[in-house]
């Protein structure tokens, strides 16, 4: 069973940074692309970013490009998103997501339907 813990969400301020964790369990972590999405309240969850098994492909919402950052270390089962400038619009709750299949790649992998395994989120709150 694939559990998803993340973490690192919090309040901050227009302009500021947070960096979020999502630590997974299981020996098959390395082999499948994870993803990050966010749900605001009242509306639909939404794909920020993406990443291939081994870090070598990243894809990005077009909302995020430029200030967010993911990455991940396969010897610690861990997938990072560094967020910076942040604005109110990315007040959200953010989940980690890891694909349901070995081939999907990054690029390809930005739909909900595309990944069989969640956490349960952390919540980010952006203040103006």
């Known amino acids: 069973q694939v559990q998803l813990v993340e973490s690192g969400g919090g309040l901050v301020q227009v302009g500021g940074s947070l960096r979020l964790s999502c630590q997974a369990s299981?020996?098959?972590?390395?082999?499948?692309?994870m993803g990050w999405f966010r749900q605001a309240p009242g509306k639909e969850r939404e794909f920020v970013a993406a990443i291939g098994w081994s870090g070598g492909t990243t894809a990005y919402a077009d909302s995020v490009k430029g200030r967010f950052t993911i990455s991940r270390d396969n010897a610690n089962t861990t997938v990072f998103l560094q967020m910076n400038s942040l604005k109110p619009g990315d007040t959200a709750i953010y989940c980690c997501?890891?694909?349901?299949?070995?081939?999907?790649?990054?690029?390809?992998?930005?739909?909900?339907?595309?990944?069989?395994?969640w956490g349960q989120g952390t919540q980010v709150a952006v203040s103006s």
């Open positions: 997501a890891r694909a349901g299949v070995l081939s999907t790649q990054a690029v390809g992998a930005m739909t909900p339907g595309d990944y069989a395994y």
């Open positions: 299981g020996r098959t972590f390395s082999r499948y692309t």
